[in-house]
């Protein structure tokens, strides 16, 4: 048993069920992911339970991770792409003290079920995959229009039309589409969905990808899916191209690469070192580590 | 599931967890005990129950004391451990009038069938500080009770009384009550899809946070509203719980609650049939704690002014922006979500602002 005793957690696991929500609960979580497969990119409604964490701190992935494990699961927790965030350190503890016999891991590739707040891992998912994404907005039409029931009739009609006005308007103030991270992306052709905050550079990986990708909103109470082999766009105009973060260092022209694995390729963490230095790493831990030991090996 | 050794994050957590938990024990004081949250701070204990919907004072006790005192951590504690408990039936709707009241009051009369009862409340207490109270001991205590409970007549008040709009809608001033075999909706099972039915609205309010359903009545009060409440009947007490016996079907009581209860009366509103009525705002929650029910029953009240007429005008009358801000848990939750690292999306947004910043700079360059 794990000895980390946070404020809400019986040190005694066994005091709560398996998964720490009762059957009824995950039945209907259940429930909800069919049908969010089913409709890909279309926003489900769920009741939401309460989780011993805060909202906003991932209980909506977390009700999905707790409906899908089994005792015979392989779970990994990443919060900004490092398994060592204290979000994630909070979650795995928490999965650790209510799911016995649920291996956990580190390692992108050992797992079954993977529970991430911002990030996509770098090593392209498999078929036996499942990535569960925290969403803190589920709704990508939200910044043009507050009223939830207006929202609902407007993506039944596929009716985005304010979402091109707002990256028209983006282009007229600044010649760019400002848009970060949460970039508005159209799954199988419909539905547009919120693909929660991870930066543009990981919006790539959910077209056409092997493995199941679910979004859980705890707060807002919405799951929703980009199934395996699906289409997945972000919007853009036909002469403006979508573009992802660039990492180009304005000084050589060349991209910065990882301080520790070196890697070109990777999203990285730009920081400022104890001597006011910047320097940038790879945002993903595990394919840090996983490069380090390949150089290691062939050395 | 089998934990996984791993640097930084897990470390700090439990560094932090213990230093909490020291933050209570140092010093020289004597560790709370349950029954002094409860006999001693009832006031704050009512909020905990009241927003953590679960209502087992035991257990908001205990939240209180594990979270250091602070209300909303606290009904958090009561809303988890009612996740892991299943929904084992319904009861019939319960009828107030069978409350065991502990105080009444109508502000629309002067004298009520019953009559009025002020019972414990600080409405009319000077809040000057009693600095005797700084210094107090048990025997103190004991005193206190025995001249409160010497000088009582036995059963000197009814345990139950009428309810004050009865006298309205015998008048037919106010609206027959509408009888509705309609099945409450349940908050806990199903997400709010609005438009929703009053009874979601009454059931997100009777947990919401006590502050945030204030200031939206508080604007509509101020005048971003018009309902210009008169409480009809204030009253607390103790409303016995009867539920259908598992093999029979039969009602049995299982125990009581502590409820307030207020109805407010508004202006009144032309009807169909006619002949103009007053209208109705209804709040109800766990607990002691009259300024939530009467701002609920206020904002039910204009949430509903503006259903009938179809119209929005004010933030406190449209259901969406109360029902989904008043949850304390939920906003409390995601105001504090804004500590976590941000700093994948923080380099999202600098990518971004860099672009715009070198487009902007080519634009300042070009020639003109």
């Keep these: 048993m794990h000895p980390v005793d946070t404020m809400g957690q019986s040190r005694d696991g066994a005091a709560y069920g398996f998964a720490f929500l009762d059957e009824d609960a995950k039945r209907e979580l259940r429930r909800a992911i069919f049908k969010a497969v089913c409709i890909p990119g279309h926003q489900v409604p769920y009741a939401s339970r309460e989780m011993p964490i805060a909202r906003g701190f991932g209980t909506g992935g977390m009700q999905l991770t707790l409906a899908l494990l089994g005792p015979d699961d392989t779970c990994k927790v990443i919060d900004q792409g490092a398994d060592d965030s204290v979000n994630a350190a909070n979650i795995r503890a928490f999965f650790a003290l209510t799911c016995p016999g649920v291996t956990g891991t580190l390692r992108t590739e050992a797992a079954s079920v993977i529970q991430t707040r911002h990030r996509i891992p770098e090593l392209p998912l498999r078929a036996d995959q499942i990535l569960v994404f925290q969403v803190p907005y589920p709704d990508p039409l939200v910044v043009v229009e507050p009223n939830a029931a207006k929202r609902r009739r407007m993506h039944g009609r596929a009716d985005y039309a304010r979402l091109w006005v707002k990256l028209y308007e983006d282009m007229v103030a600044f010649d760019e589409i400002t848009i970060s991270h949460r970039y508005p992306t159209r ?47 972000p919007i853009t105009f036909n002469d403006v191209t979508f573009a992802v973060e660039s990492f180009r260092d304005k000084a050589t022209g060349k991209r910065h690469v990882c301080r520790r694995c070196g890697a070109d390729d990777s999203f990285l963490d730009e920081f400022p070192d104890n001597d006011g230095a910047r320097v940038f790493q790879c945002s993903d831990a595990a394919w840090c580590d996983m490069r380090l030991d390949r150089l290691e090996a062939a050395e | 599931m089998a934990y996984v050794a791993i640097r930084g994050g897990a470390d700090a957590i439990e560094g932090s967890a213990r230093l909490m938990d020291a933050l209570r024990a140092m010093g020289a004081s004597a560790p709370l005990e349950l029954d002094q949250i409860e006999r001693q701070m009832p006031l704050l204990h009512s909020r905990v129950l009241s927003e953590g919907s679960l209502y087992h004072p035991r257990l908001a006790s205990l939240a209180l004391k594990q979270s250091l005192g602070d209300s909303l951590e606290a009904a958090f504690f009561l809303r988890a451990y009612r996740s892991t408990k299943p929904r084992l039936g319904e009861t019939a709707p319960h009828d107030t009038r069978t409350m065991r009241v502990v105080r009444r009051v109508s502000a629309a009369f002067k004298d009520i069938p019953g009559g009025q009862m002020l019972g414990a409340t600080p409405d009319y207490l000077h809040r000057l500080f009693r600095f005797d109270l700084m210094d107090e001991d048990a025997g103190r205590f004991d005193q206190i009770a025995r001249d409160w409970f010497g000088n009582r007549p036995k059963a000197e008040a009814p345990l139950t009384f009428p309810k004050v709009l009865d006298t309205l809608r015998a ?104 002949a103009p009525v007053f209208t109705l705002g209804y709040g109800a929650c766990f607990g002691h704690n009259e300024v939530k029910a009467i701002a609920m029953a206020v904002l039910d009240r204009a949430i509903s002014v503006a259903r009938e007429k179809g119209r929005v005008a004010n933030p406190s009358e449209d259901p969406e922006f109360v029902l989904l801000h008043v949850d304390g848990i939920e906003s409390m939750g995601f105001c504090t979500h804004y500590k976590m690292p941000h700093y994948v999306t923080f380099q999202s947004d600098m990518d971004r602002l860099r672009a715009a910043r070198t487009k902007a700079g080519e634009a300042a360059d070009a020639p003109r």
């Design chain 2, 171 to 274: 008048e037919g001033l106010l609206a027959p009550l509408a009888q509705s075999d309609e099945s409450p909706f349940d908050i806990t099972r199903e997400p709010l899809i609005f438009p929703v039915p009053r009874s979601a609205q009454l059931a997100t309010m009777a947990r919401g946070e006590t502050g945030g359903l204030l200031a939206l009545a508080y604007s509509n009060m101020r005048g971003y509203g018009d309902v210009h409440p008169t409480v009809g009947e204030l009253r607390v007490g103790y409303v016995p719980v009867m539920v259908p016996h598992p093999v029979t079907g039969k009602p049995m009581e299982a125990g009581e609650v502590l409820v307030t209860e207020c109805e407010i009366v508004a202006m009144f509103e032309k009807t169909d049939s006619g």
């Design chain 1, 187 to 233: 799954i199988n052709g419909h539905y547009i969905i919120d693909p929660s905050p991870i930066p543009r550079f990981d919006v790539p990986k959910l077209h056409q990808a092997d493995c199941l990708y679910l979004f859980g909103a705890g707060r807002e109470k919405r799951i929703y899916a980009v199934p395996p082999h699906t289409d997945a766009i």
